[in-house]
């Protein structure tokens, strides 16, 4: 109904688009048609092209006014440059040995001949006609006056330039290729230095102008023009058609625009009325905020296997595995009777006269909370007169609701502890009525909360105070006394129904609750670990503590509370594969296999051992199956081990073993890591271990023999020192600083890792300049080190080379490991072979000679383990 | 491929009737040698040397004064031993004294400093892996050089301690050659960088300023220096689609070319939040007909009133940059000059314009307006 309203007069012309930009849109889009005439094709153009001309005038006019504001800045900017160079004179001119400067002599003896001549040779026309004076002028200081001016050239000793080399950033662990980086669809003009030609590489030209085009977003202007000709003439096809055609996109581009533009104006109108809905909002959105929340960045962002933040191997947002075993419960056994600190559940209870407290059995703890807290409440009498008030208070609100009370009241009296016995003897019954109560209880909490928050900030802080408190105090006085302190007479009582019932819930915040869950798991029902390691400074042990017991007794009558439900069932085992479920549905990728003993690891294994010397090695991601691997299982299917990263439990039939060599050091192909290519792992291996240090320390070895593993090396980084030089050969190359064994691990050749796509499109370019850094890893990866690796990435192609590359899995990852394949001296040049495919390698790699360029095609490491064994 | 401008976000393109607002006539044509000429500067650093410049081809550098009435004088003259050098550029200099230093690189990778005061050479720095396409000083901190490279780095270096503080290059660098590179005017931490990526990146050197400052104290081995990789830049602009060949900064906008016949000047809206992101609004272009081969630089006066550049033909072309829309000076066309121009020099106040040519002559143009033919 665009044109029901008659059209507002055009506007003058605004100062600029921002401020037009929000005038007022004909809202509605539908049934445009259904009106009157609709405008001709020549009105809306002519409407448009004015609209055009308005905004390239504007356009026009801003520029210059950008230009002039430059040039202001840049007069003073010029100035001060020139008055630079004024001191520099000065400076030099003061300064008395600068008085020899050769290039001011020169200068004044041109320019004294140059007057010299002027005035012996009066005819200055010579100078004054340019095609006539080419030569002479040239000449003058050269012949006229030879003697004093001849310049003779001076000569600049030869330095000895350096082998090419791009600039390249030193990695001491492989990276994973970002995204910006990729050459895959985009055009790359590559100059060839011996044609003197540009060659243009690319995919495809369409393909890159597409992109481009989809990138292009409305400018202000546009959206100016769009709203200014629909405001006028309407909204009808002939005018959405003029536009597209004026902006040169399509016409349900122009559509979808105008339908964004005019939202954005109803949510400007409508944000004064949104305001208070808004905050309502955020309030329950911090409510909400919860542990799981709280780690999403946690869990986009830190990589399991290397235990770092923004992982550059693995990546960020990788999938979550959890382990199907859980890890036992962290003890301590050495604290198992002395208070954790003033504040430990244990000497609470203990100035309660109970004097034997132990966690393990439940219900007598429980007792033993609420009388406890019951006897202190009598020592610190005197101290909360005040808070007597609101104890009453809170007994009268008993009455109205007594579960309630049962549910914060931390253990006010025996009766409520009583219920809140062990859950397994908890009639089933009480449940529906816990639900329906705490279900009330999570209402009033909200409303209770709404409504203290727009009465005081105070009551924000309440749960911070709390923190700050670290006296004896329980759990609820500090609210109780920062309301007081603000003098609520009016809603007295009802205030502190409100806060005792929201003591509980409200104090112990979501994020705290997730804190606390996940304490449970690492270290069962200890409340001095938990309190010290995960909630410090936020709760106390006894805090700790009678939540737990008061959580246990609430639990099972409020299952289905979703304020609560993050608690539910965490100390019970049976729960946890419930919630862990939960957890992979909100991550999308719910995997429920079934357990199998069909699996045939230790045959794939050493399948894939002897398929190998043909087909490169296969990259492992972990798998998340929950139960031993069966058909479905990624790992398997992808023919890949199943590692400790695998979500599977321990005794998955696709796991690597790892090996148990005692005394052979992994150094042979006996040791079944060793002959699979990998690295031994003393989380997997049964006696792979080594010392700490080299005994300088006086830690004494773990034992007294010297067997310690000798397959860890790149996993502990043990590599030689080597150095780069200019080659013997060709271009660089990296030597050897001291002497080493043979099959001595130097070092790894570390680089970025590309997709094989990649490395085609890459490689292009690089063998036309003949030196690529390419080097096969896996079936889905090449190391790139051509922008990016290691000083070994200059080692030299050799036919009849010194050392080997070698795959090797380490901890789930392949990584390149350079070997000495004889014994090398120190200072030695390092040579390996390349193994290009023998009719793509180039001329070079043939001769006996190499030169500075490498590439590794196939499988780099085949075969090379018979010459080892 | 033409770059689709929204509305409203057109460029102001200048018209290419020249305006004659300044006459120029060629006053000297020299001949230096046989191989081509890759650059030619004044010397703007030192207020003495206004009337110097200085060029560089083969292994030649060669420093010459500009006198009146057309006539240039050759100072001095430096070649380098090794006959395969080339230079490729050359920008003036000085030392924290003040003397007057050369600094000139080009295809060996080797930058050599040479101090014109003492006619010595003063260092030479080697490092680079590939050859140097453009050198720049900082007007500020005249000791402060920096080069762009084939080795897809640019490198800031101290001339006075001979000291490489700091590589532009990594995971945010450029990906091929690095062609040209300038110094903000005033913000000394700023710097602009194209090459045949077809990018135009601008770093920021502010979080690695107390290097920059370590340089000039150090007395230690200059390998020692603890030098620094800037591995992103600020801002990363796709303003060209073809190898950018010279960048230089106009206050806080930035003029650039590539080889599409214009300059164009756009500005950067650099965004302080996201490093590396932002919008590139182009305010203006200057066609430059028959400028679609590359290593074609242009050059600007003091104040950074005219810029000068020489196409493929042999002619000049002098645009008024402040100016909106920006107006043609002058096109200087002579008869014999048909070799590519490679660099032009405009001197302190745009009265004289000096070209150097791939045919290996120097062309003087002087501003004939005020002076009445004789």
Same mark, same amino acid.
């Given at each position: 109904?665009?044109?029901?309203?008659?059209?507002?007069?055009?506007?003058?012309?605004?100062?600029?688009?921002?401020?037009?930009?929000?005038?007022?849109?004909?809202?509605?889009?539908?049934?445009?048609?259904?009106?009157?005439?609709?405008?001709?094709?020549?009105?809306?153009? =002519?409407?448009?092209?004015?609209?055009?001309?308005?905004?390239?005038?504007?356009?026009?006019?801003?520029?210059?006014?950008?230009?002039?504001?430059?040039?202001?800045?840049?007069?003073?900017?010029?100035?001060?440059?020139?008055?630079?160079?004024?001191? $520099?004179?000065?400076?030099?001119?003061?300064?008395?040995?600068?008085?020899? !400067?050769?290039?001011?002599?020169?200068?004044?003896?041109?320019?004294? =001949?140059?007057?010299?001549?002027?005035?012996?040779?009066?005819?200055?026309?010579?100078?004054?006609?340019?095609?006539?004076?080419?030569?002479?002028?040239?000449?003058?200081?050269?012949?006229?006056?030879?003697?004093?001016?001849?310049? $003779?050239?001076?000569?600049?000793?030869?330095?000895?330039?350096?082998?090419?080399?791009?600039?390249?950033?030193?990695?001491?662990?492989?990276?994973? =290729?970002?995204? !910006?980086?990729?050459?895959?669809?985009?055009?790359?003009?590559?100059?060839?230095?011996?044609?003197?030609?540009?060659?243009?590489?690319?995919?495809?030209?369409?393909?890159?102008?597409?992109?481009?085009?989809?990138?292009?977003?409305?400018?202000?202007?546009?959206?100016?023009?769009?709203?200014?000709?629909?405001?006028?003439?309407? *909204?009808?096809?002939?005018?959405?058609?003029?536009?597209?055609?004026? +902006?040169?996109?399509?016409?349900?581009?122009?559509?979808?625009?105008?339908?964004? *533009?005019?939202?954005?104006?109803?949510?400007?109108?409508?944000?004064?009325?949104?305001?208070?809905?808004?905050?309502?909002?955020?309030?329950?959105?911090f409510l909400e905020k919860d542990l799981e929340a709280a780690l999403?960045?946690f !869990?986009? *962002?830190f990589?399991?296997?290397?235990l770092?933040?923004?992982?550059?191997?693995?990546?960020?947002?990788?999938? *979550?595995?959890f382990p199907?075993e859980k890890q036992p419960l962290w003890n301590a056994p050495d604290t198992e009777n002395a208070p954790c600190g003033p504040n430990c559940f244990r000497s609470v209870l203990k100035s309660g006269r109970f004097s034997k407290a132990t966690s393990s059995a439940q219900a007598d703890v429980e007792e033993k909370c609420s009388g406890g807290s019951s006897s202190r409440k009598k020592s610190s009498a005197k101290r909360r007169t005040k808070c007597s008030q609101s104890e009453s208070a809170s007994s009268n609100a008993k009455n109205i609701s007594e579960s309630s009370d049962s549910e914060n009241g931390p253990g006010k009296d025996a009766f409520s502890a009583s219920q809140a016995a062990p859950p397994k003897t908890k009639p089933v019954?009480r449940g529906?009525v816990g639900k329906?109560n705490s279900k009330r209880v999570a209402e009033r909490v909200l409303?209770c909360m709404?409504k203290r928050q727009?009465k005081t900030a105070v009551s924000d802080s309440d749960s911070i105070v709390e923190g700050d408190h670290s006296s004896n105090d329980m759990v609820t006085e500090p609210p109780v006394l920062s309301s007081e302190d603000n003098a609520r007479k009016?809603e007295f009582v009802e205030e502190n129904i409100c806060k005792q019932e929201s003591t509980d819930n409200k104090s112990w915040r979501a994020l705290e609750k997730g804190l606390l869950e996940k304490g449970m798991e690492i270290f069962g029902r200890n409340s001095c670990l938990i309190a010290r390691n995960l909630l410090n400074g936020l709760k106390t042990c006894w805090e700790v503590f009678q939540y737990i017991n008061w959580d246990e007794g609430k639990m099972s009558g409020s299952a289905g509370d979703g304020a609560n439900s993050l608690v539910e069932g965490y100390s019970k085992g049976n729960n946890e594969?419930r919630r862990r479920?939960?957890f992979?549905?909100?991550?999308?990728?719910? $995997?429920?296999?079934?357990?199998?003993?069909?699996?045939?690891?230790?045959?794939?294994?050493?399948?894939?051992?002897?398929?190998?010397?043909?087909?490169?090695?296969?990259?492992?991601?972990?798998?998340?199956?929950?139960?031993?691997?069966?058909?479905?299982?990624?790992?398997?299917?992808?023919?890949?081990?199943?590692?400790?990263?695998?979500?599977?439990?321990?005794?998955?039939?696709?796991?690597?073993?790892?090996?148990?060599?005692?005394?052979?050091?992994?150094?042979?192909?006996?040791?079944?890591?060793?002959?699979?290519?990998?690295?031994?792992?003393?989380?997997?291996?049964?006696?792979?271990?080594?010392?700490?240090?080299?005994?300088?320390?006086?830690?004494?070895?773990?034992?007294?023999?010297?067997?310690?593993?000798?397959?860890?090396?790149?996993?502990?980084?043990?590599?030689?020192?080597?150095?780069?030089?200019?080659?013997?050969?060709?271009?660089?190359?990296?030597?050897?600083?001291?002497?080493?064994?043979?099959?001595?691990?130097?070092?790894?050749?570390?680089?970025?890792?590309?997709?094989? $796509?990649?490395?085609?499109?890459?490689?292009?370019?690089?063998?036309?300049?003949?030196?690529? +850094?390419? +080097?096969?890893?896996?079936?889905?990866?090449?190391?790139?080190?051509?922008?990016?690796?290691?000083?070994?990435? +200059?080692?030299?192609?050799?036919?009849?080379?010194?050392?080997?590359?070698?795959?090797?899995?380490?901890?789930?990852?392949?990584?390149?490991?350079?070997?000495?394949?004889?014994?090398?001296?120190?200072?030695?040049?390092?040579?390996?072979?390349?193994?290009?495919?023998?009719?793509?390698?180039?001329?070079?790699?043939?001769?006996?000679?190499?030169?500075?360029?490498?590439?590794?095609?196939?499988?780099?490491?085949?075969?090379?383990?018979?010459?080892?064994? | 491929?033409?770059?689709?401008?929204?509305?409203?976000?057109?460029?102001?393109?200048?018209?290419?009737?020249?305006?004659?607002?300044?006459?120029?006539?060629?006053?000297?044509?020299?001949?230096?040698?046989?191989?081509?000429?890759?650059?030619?500067?004044?010397?703007?650093?030192?207020?003495?040397?206004?009337?110097?410049?200085?060029?560089?081809?083969? @292994?030649?550098?060669?420093?010459?004064?500009?006198?009146?009435?057309?006539?240039?004088?050759?100072?001095?003259?430096?070649?380098?031993?090794?006959?395969?050098?080339?230079?490729?550029?050359?920008?003036?200099?000085? @030392?924290?004294?003040?003397?007057?230093?050369?600094?000139?690189?080009?295809?060996?990778?080797?930058?050599?400093?040479?101090?014109?005061?003492?006619?010595?050479?003063?260092?030479?720095?080697?490092?680079?892996?590939?050859?140097? @396409?453009?050198?720049?000083?900082?007007?500020?901190?005249?000791?402060?050089?920096?080069?762009?490279?084939?080795?897809?780095?640019?490198?800031?270096?101290?001339?006075?301690?001979?000291?490489?503080?700091?590589?532009?290059?990594?995971?945010?660098?450029?990906? @091929?050659?690095?062609?040209?590179?300038?110094?903000?005017?005033?913000?000394?931490?700023?710097?602009?960088?194209?090459?045949?990526?077809?990018?135009?990146?601008?770093?920021?050197?502010?979080?690695?300023?107390?290097?920059?400052?370590?340089?000039?104290?150090?007395?230690?081995?200059?390998?020692?220096?603890?030098?620094?990789?800037?591995?992103?830049?600020?801002?990363?602009?796709?303003?060209?689609?073809?190898?950018?060949?010279?960048?230089?900064?106009?206050?806080?906008?930035?003029?650039?070319?590539?080889?599409?016949?214009?300059?164009?000047?756009?500005?950067?809206?650099?965004?302080?939040?996201?490093?590396?992101?932002?919008?590139?609004?182009?305010?203006?272009?200057?066609?430059?007909?028959?400028?679609?081969?590359?290593?074609?630089?242009?050059?600007?006066?003091?104040?950074?009133?005219?810029?000068?550049?020489?196409?493929?033909?042999?002619?000049?072309?002098?645009?008024?940059?402040?100016?909106?829309?920006?107006?043609?000076?002058?096109?200087?066309?002579?008869?014999?000059?048909?070799?590519?121009?490679?660099?032009?020099?405009?001197?302190?106040?745009?009265?004289?314009?000096?070209?150097?040519?791939?045919?290996?002559?120097?062309?003087?143009?002087?501003?004939?307006?005020?002076?009445?033919?004789?």
């Amino acid at each position: 109904m665009a044109s029901k309203s008659p059209p507002p007069p055009p506007p003058p012309l605004p100062p600029s688009f921002a401020s037009s930009s929000r005038s007022e849109l004909p809202v509605d889009l539908s049934g445009n048609k259904a009106n009157e005439v609709s405008p001709t094709v020549r009105d809306v153009s =002519m409407v448009i092209d004015s609209l055009k001309k308005q905004v390239a005038a504007e356009r026009i006019v801003s520029v210059k006014k950008r230009m002039e504001e430059n040039r202001h800045k840049l007069v003073g900017v010029t100035n001060n440059l020139g008055r630079l160079s004024m001191e $520099r004179m000065a400076g030099s001119e003061t300064d008395a040995h600068r008085s020899l !400067d050769l290039l001011t002599k020169r200068q004044k003896d041109a320019t004294d =001949m140059h007057n010299g001549i002027h005035a012996s040779n009066d005819d200055g026309e010579s100078n004054s006609y340019p095609e006539d004076s080419h030569g002479s002028t040239a000449v003058l200081l050269g012949s006229n006056v030879a003697v004093k001016n001849a310049v $003779r050239p001076i000569k600049l000793p030869e330095i000895k330039r350096l082998p090419p080399y791009t600039t390249w950033i030193f990695l001491d662990r492989n990276q994973r =290729m970002t995204e !910006d980086q990729s050459v895959v669809g985009r055009r790359r003009i590559y100059y060839d230095q011996n044609g003197g030609e540009a060659l243009i590489c690319s995919d495809s030209e369409e393909e890159i102008i597409d992109d481009e085009e989809e990138k292009r977003e409305f400018v202000e202007s546009e959206d100016y023009i769009l709203r200014m000709t629909v405001r006028e003439l309407g *909204l009808s096809d002939t005018v959405l058609d003029s536009l597209a055609q004026c +902006f040169s996109r399509n016409t349900s581009e122009i559509k979808a625009r105008y339908e964004t *533009l005019s939202k954005e104006d109803n949510a400007a109108e409508g944000s004064k009325n949104g305001d208070t809905k808004d905050i309502s909002q955020s309030e329950n959105s911090f409510l909400e905020k919860d542990l799981e929340a709280a780690l999403d960045s946690f !869990d986009n *962002l830190f990589c399991r296997r290397c235990l770092v933040f923004d992982c550059r191997l693995h990546g960020c947002s990788q999938d *979550l595995v959890f382990p199907a075993e859980k890890q036992p419960l962290w003890n301590a056994p050495d604290t198992e009777n002395a208070p954790c600190g003033p504040n430990c559940f244990r000497s609470v209870l203990k100035s309660g006269r109970f004097s034997k407290a132990t966690s393990s059995a439940q219900a007598d703890v429980e007792e033993k909370c609420s009388g406890g807290s019951s006897s202190r409440k009598k020592s610190s009498a005197k101290r909360r007169t005040k808070c007597s008030q609101s104890e009453s208070a809170s007994s009268n609100a008993k009455n109205i609701s007594e579960s309630s009370d049962s549910e914060n009241g931390p253990g006010k009296d025996a009766f409520s502890a009583s219920q809140a016995a062990p859950p397994k003897t908890k009639p089933v019954g009480r449940g529906g009525v816990g639900k329906r109560n705490s279900k009330r209880v999570a209402e009033r909490v909200l409303v209770c909360m709404q409504k203290r928050q727009k009465k005081t900030a105070v009551s924000d802080s309440d749960s911070i105070v709390e923190g700050d408190h670290s006296s004896n105090d329980m759990v609820t006085e500090p609210p109780v006394l920062s309301s007081e302190d603000n003098a609520r007479k009016e809603e007295f009582v009802e205030e502190n129904i409100c806060k005792q019932e929201s003591t509980d819930n409200k104090s112990w915040r979501a994020l705290e609750k997730g804190l606390l869950e996940k304490g449970m798991e690492i270290f069962g029902r200890n409340s001095c670990l938990i309190a010290r390691n995960l909630l410090n400074g936020l709760k106390t042990c006894w805090e700790v503590f009678q939540y737990i017991n008061w959580d246990e007794g609430k639990m099972s009558g409020s299952a289905g509370d979703g304020a609560n439900s993050l608690v539910e069932g965490y100390s019970k085992g049976n729960n946890e594969v419930r919630r862990r479920s939960r957890f992979l549905r909100r991550r999308g990728r719910v $995997r429920r296999l079934k357990y199998t003993w069909k699996s045939a690891a230790y045959h794939s294994i050493r399948k894939r051992i002897t398929e190998r010397k043909d087909q490169p090695c296969r990259q492992y991601n972990p798998c998340g199956c929950q139960s031993a691997c069966g058909k479905q299982c990624p790992c398997l299917q992808n023919g890949t081990c199943c590692e400790k990263y695998c979500g599977c439990p321990k005794s998955c039939k696709n796991r690597f073993r790892g090996c148990h060599c005692a005394k052979s050091q992994c150094r042979s192909r006996q040791c079944p890591c060793f002959a699979a290519d990998r690295e031994c792992d003393p989380d997997v291996c049964r006696n792979c271990w080594v010392s700490c240090g080299d005994g300088s320390l006086g830690i004494p070895s773990q034992r007294g023999d010297n067997y310690e593993c000798r397959n860890m090396k790149l996993l502990l980084k043990q590599q030689q020192r080597v150095l780069l030089g200019r080659s013997d050969v060709s271009g660089w190359g990296a030597f050897l600083k001291n002497s080493v064994g043979k099959h001595e691990y130097l070092g790894e050749y570390t680089g970025e890792l590309i997709s094989h $796509r990649e490395a085609d499109k890459r490689g292009k370019i690089y063998d036309r300049e003949n030196s690529s +850094f390419l +080097f096969n890893l896996n079936d889905q990866f090449v190391l790139d080190a051509y922008r990016k690796g290691d000083k070994l990435k +200059f080692a030299n192609h050799a036919p009849d080379p010194n050392c080997y590359a070698k795959v090797i899995m380490v901890a789930g990852d392949h990584r390149v490991g350079i070997f000495a394949k004889e014994r090398i001296m120190a200072g030695e040049e390092l040579f390996y072979d390349y193994r290009y495919e023998p009719d793509r390698a180039p001329a070079w790699a043939r001769k006996p000679e190499a030169s500075g360029s490498k590439k590794e095609d196939g499988a780099p490491s085949s075969g090379r383990a018979k010459k080892l064994a | 491929m033409a770059k689709v401008f929204g509305l409203g976000s057109e460029p102001v393109v200048g018209l290419l009737t020249p305006t004659k607002k300044r006459d120029y006539r060629v006053t000297n044509r020299l001949q230096e040698g046989k191989r081509p000429l890759y650059a030619v500067v004044f010397n703007f650093i030192d207020s003495r040397y206004l009337s110097v410049f200085a060029t560089v081809g083969g @292994n030649r550098i060669t420093v010459y004064q500009c006198l009146e009435g057309g006539v240039i004088a050759v100072l001095q003259s430096y070649v380098d031993e090794d006959k395969d050098e080339s230079f490729y550029t050359v920008s003036w200099a000085s @030392n924290v004294d003040g003397a007057p230093f050369l600094v000139a690189g080009g295809i060996n990778g080797v930058i050599r400093v040479i101090d014109t005061g003492s006619e010595r050479i003063y260092k030479s720095f080697v490092g680079h892996g590939d050859s140097i @396409n453009e050198i720049r000083t900082q007007a500020l901190k005249s000791s402060l050089v920096i080069s762009a490279s084939k080795d897809e780095s640019v490198r800031l270096w101290n001339v006075h301690t001979g000291i490489c503080i700091l590589i532009f290059a990594g995971a945010g660098g450029h990906r @091929n050659e690095v062609l040209s590179v300038d110094f903000h005017p005033s913000d000394i931490y700023k710097i602009a960088s194209c090459g045949m990526d077809n990018t135009v990146k601008i770093w920021s050197m502010k979080e690695f300023w107390s290097y920059v400052e370590k340089s000039f104290t150090w007395t230690d081995l200059p390998s020692k220096f603890p030098t620094k990789y800037v591995q992103f830049p600020i801002f990363n602009a796709s303003v060209h689609s073809n190898y950018v060949d010279c960048n230089r900064w106009l206050g806080d906008f930035i003029l650039s070319k590539s080889v599409d016949n214009e300059i164009v000047l756009w500005e950067p809206k650099v965004k302080e939040q996201t490093p590396g992101e932002g919008v590139v609004d182009i305010l203006q272009k200057y066609p430059v007909p028959e400028c679609d081969i590359w290593f074609i630089k242009f050059s600007c006066d003091f104040h950074y009133n005219q810029a000068a550049i020489g196409n493929r033909e042999g002619k000049i072309f002098v645009w008024e940059l402040q100016s909106s829309p920006p107006v043609l000076i002058a096109r200087l066309v002579h008869p014999q000059s048909k070799s590519p121009i490679r660099q032009t020099a405009v001197s302190f106040d745009g009265s004289i314009i000096l070209s150097c040519c791939e045919d290996g002559t120097i062309w003087r143009w002087d501003d004939v307006t005020n002076v009445p033919p004789a």
